[in-house]
T-cell receptor, first 110, second 116 residues
Framework: GQNIDQPTEMTATEGAIVQINCTYQ??????LFWYQQHAGEAPTFLSY????GLEEKGRFSSFLSRSKGYSYLLLKELQMKDSASYLC???????????FGAGTTVTVRA | NAGVMQNPRHLVRRRGQEARLRCSPM?????VYWYRQLPEEGLKFMVY????????ESGMPKERFSAEFPKEGPSILRIQQVVRGDSAAYFC??????????????FGPGTRLTVL
């Protein structure tokens, strides 16, 4: 089975940086995904890591350590529109289905 | 390029009725996945389909639930004799193939099912 853990909630100030951690225990590994989900809307794809290291996409970066079963999503220069739930999802080895964490609700305050 | 389409966006059913949820994948995508999201919980995998084939239905309840992806038309998730516990958001995702970054799953807006 798969076990994905991430914090439930985080609060940060507009313009600041927030780091959302995700730890996983899975039977096999074939990639880790981060999605953003605003309330009542579809999850939207943010980033994908399959090799160790940092992937940067504008204000968002994602890091992966396969040996530690650990990833984080870094959000820089926070904006009010970044208030959303952030979902960590792992694709297991030889698998296609994603196993999701419960999501981290980020609230950005002025 | 239209994204994943789902309809209806909201569906209300009384206990014992049937619910039909539709999903049209992104253009060029031949793989469809259904997930269920209960309040305050993460998305849970239900079923994975390719055209005319169910590849993996390990996450779908054995009774009352069925899914199909016909050669023509959208994928359908069907729930018979709905119960209150079926109330949830049902998301469909699609991808082009099953290996590499190109296999990112893109999600539709979901169908919110309420069972009275």
């Amino acid at each position: 089975g798969q076990n994905i853990d991430q914090p439930t909630e985080m609060t940060a100030t507009e313009g600041a940086i927030v780091q959302i951690n995700c730890t996983y225990q899975t039977s096999g590994f074939n990639g880790l995904f981060w999605y953003q989900q605003h309330a009542g809307e579809a999850p939207t794809f943010l980033s994908y890591n399959v090799l160790d290291g940092l992937e940067e996409k504008g204000r968002f970066s994602s890091f992966l350590s396969r040996s530690k079963g650990y990833s984080y999503l870094l959000l820089k220069e926070l904006q009010m529109k970044d208030s959303a739930s952030y979902l960590c999802a792992v694709r297991g080895g030889n698998d296609y289905k994603l196993s999701f964490g419960a999501g981290t609700t980020v609230t950005v305050r002025a | 390029n239209a994204g994943v389409m789902q309809n209806p966006r909201h569906l209300v059913r009384r206990r014992g009725q049937e619910a039909r949820l539709r999903c049209s994948p992104m253009k060029g995508h031949s793989h469809v996945y259904w997930y269920r999201q209960l309040p305050e919980e993460g998305l849970k995998f239900m079923v994975y389909l390719q055209k005319e084939n169910i590849i993996d239905e390990s996450g779908m309840p054995k009774e009352r639930f069925s899914a199909e992806f016909p050669k023509e038309g959208p994928s359908i998730l069907r729930i018979q004799q709905v119960v209150r516990g079926d109330s949830a958001a049902y998301f469909c995702a699609s991808s082009p193939r099953t290996s590499g970054e190109a296999d990112t799953q893109y999600f539709g807006p979901g169908t919110r099912l309420t069972v009275l």
